[in-house]
T-cell receptor, first 115, second 113 residues
Framework: DTAVSQTPKYLVTQMGNDKSIKCEQN?????MYWYKQDSKKFLKIMFS???????INETVPNRFSPKSPDKAHLNLHINSLELGDSAVYFC??????????????FGPGTRLTVL | AQSVTQPDIHITVSEGASLELRCNYS??????LFWYVQSPGQGLQLLLK??????LVQGIKGFEAEFKRSQSSFNLRKPSVHWSDAAEYFC???????????FGPGTRLSVLP
């Protein structure tokens, strides 16, 4: 009954490869997010998706592309992986439909290591 | 631009001692503030949140936080720390009705037996 799940938990790959990380939420939320947490634990938002529309893209390289097949899923595709992409990636979701502020629920994270 | 600062990168306290983690924010409108905790190798868990009303908010695990508009602060407190509280703590501000969150750099808490 996990609220926000991510797969895989660990991902090790070579530079130049293309990879995807999947995220699913069963909370019925309308907005989902991707965050990158670097080695210093700094969390930075990468994308947010509201009702299948991208509403934020925070100067993220276009090698990163979020894809949302439906409201419950937001997958992250990364092309031509670079060493600097090594980080922990977190998916999160939030209910913004009421127009009120609500907290985000986070997934367990995916540790990406690029060799 | 909106920002969140947490002046203390790392704090060490003894078990049973009191704790205060500092958070300051920069945001022109009414802030919506959160504290999250991240245990090693885990995702983030919400401790508490402030939207409006009483400026002293209670959270889980015995934590509380006080919003002070005049100081642009939202400090987290706990009267008696337990060894299991050792973790990374993040302060965050939400704006644009959930379209964006800004997290502080985090404070790592170590607890001595």
């Amino acid at each position: 009954d996990t609220a926000v799940s991510q797969t895989p938990k660990y991902l090790v790959t070579q530079m130049g490869n293309d990879k995807s990380i999947k995220c699913e939420q069963n909370l019925g939320h309308d907005t989902m997010y991707w965050y990158k947490q670097d080695s210093k634990k700094f969390l930075k938002i990468m994308f947010s998706y509201n009702n299948k529309e991208l509403i934020i893209n925070e100067t993220v390289p276009n090698r990163f592309s979020p894809k949302s097949p439906d409201k419950a899923h937001l997958n992250l595709h990364i092309n031509s992986l670079e060493l600097g992409d090594s980080a922990v990636y977190f998916c999160a979701s939030s209910d913004t439909s009421s127009g009120l502020y609500n907290e985000q629920f986070f997934g367990p994270g995916t540790r990406l290591t690029v060799l | 631009a909106q920002s969140v600062t947490q002046p203390d990168i790392h704090i060490t306290v003894s078990e049973g001692a009191s704790l205060e983690l500092r958070c300051n924010y920069s945001y022109g409108a009414t802030p919506y503030l959160f504290w999250y905790v991240q245990s090693p190798g885990q995702g983030l868990q919400l401790l508490l949140k402030y939207f409006s009303g009483d400026t002293l908010v209670q959270g889980i695990k015995g934590f509380e936080a006080e919003f002070k508009r005049s100081q642009s602060s939202f400090n987290l407190r706990k009267p008696s720390v337990h060894w299991s509280d050792a973790a990374e703590y993040f302060c965050a501000v939400e704006y644009n009705y959930g379209q964006n969150f800004v997290f502080g750099p985090g404070t790592r808490l170590s607890v001595l037996p």
